[in-house]
Antibody, heavy 117, light 112 residues
Framework: QVQLVESGGGVVQPGGSLRLSCVAS????????MQWVRQAPGKGLEWVAY????????KYADSVKGRFTISRDNSKSTVYLQLNSLRADDTAIYYC??????????WGQGTTVTVSS | NFMLTQPHSVSQSPGKTVTISCTRS????????VQWYQQRPGSAPTTMIY?????PSGVPDRFSASIDSSSNSASLTISGLKTEDEADYYC???????????FGGGTKLTVL
């Protein structure tokens, strides 16, 4: 079945870095855009970053632009999110999602990032 | 960027029907498809509606959605409410001008 599995979350100090991974299965990964969405504790969903199916186009929310980098390896059916210069307000559950028709049709279970000293 | 505005919370009794609205602040609601996501407590979101009114396989037909250009809004309607429908619901659409994905603030549905 179609599945997305995230990993790489953890506790990091302000200013630190993390790399999140999301492994896809059950569909032709290279045919679809992918993205990351986050949810701060007790808050709503916030779109973070998008990458086109071939990796040629990437977009970011203003809140993370210049600090986060999305990438993908189609040979490994994996999308990544590099998080640099982390701040307390980046604390959230990070979900990867498969893009379909202007939205998302498949979601992972999420990985938790906590930024704290 | 435009915003999508949802009511903070709605409540209804089991077996009844409830509608959740999602109003676009600028630009036409018909310009980009609207999606709806359900998020139960402690769980990841799941897609309930895509392309304004299409249900993914496995989503009960108790869930339906529409858009209304006169009010520039989208609506999610859940009929025959069950306690398992208690969740947060988010609308979302794509901002073509800024190439960004916009979420509404979410609506907490209580079935009591």
């Amino acid at each position: 079945q179609v599945q997305l599995v995230e990993s790489g979350g953890g506790v990091v100090q302000p200013g630190g870095s993390l790399r999140l991974s999301c492994v896809a299965s059950g569909f032709t990964f290279s045919d679809f855009g992918m993205q990351w969405v986050r949810q701060a504790p007790g808050k709503g969903l916030e779109w973070v970053a998008y990458i086109r199916d071939d990796g040629s186009n990437k977009k970011y929310a203003d809140s993370v632009k210049g600090r986060f980098t999305i990438s993908r390896d189609n040979s490994k059916s994996t999308v990544y999110l590099q998080l640099n210069s982390l701040r307390a307000d980046d604390t959230a559950i990070y979900y990867c999602a498969k893009v379909f028709s202007g939205g998302m049709d498949v979601w992972g279970q999420g990985t938790t990032v906590t930024v704290s000293s | 960027n435009f915003m999508l505005t949802q009511p903070h919370s709605v409540s209804q009794s089991p077996g009844k029907t409830v509608t959740i609205s999602c109003t676009r602040s600028s630009g036409s609601i018909a310009s980009n498809f609207v999606q709806w996501y359900q998020q139960r407590p402690g769980s990841a979101p799941t897609t309930m509606i895509y392309e304004d009114n299409q249900r993914p396989s496995g989503v009960p037909d108790r869930f339906s959605a529409s858009i209304d250009s006169s009010s520039n809004s989208a609506s999610l309607t859940i009929s025959g409410l069950k306690t398992e429908d208690e969740a947060d619901y988010y609308c979302q659409c794509y901002d073509s001008n800024n190439q960004a994905f916009i979420f509404g603030g979410g609506t907490k549905l209580t079935v009591l």
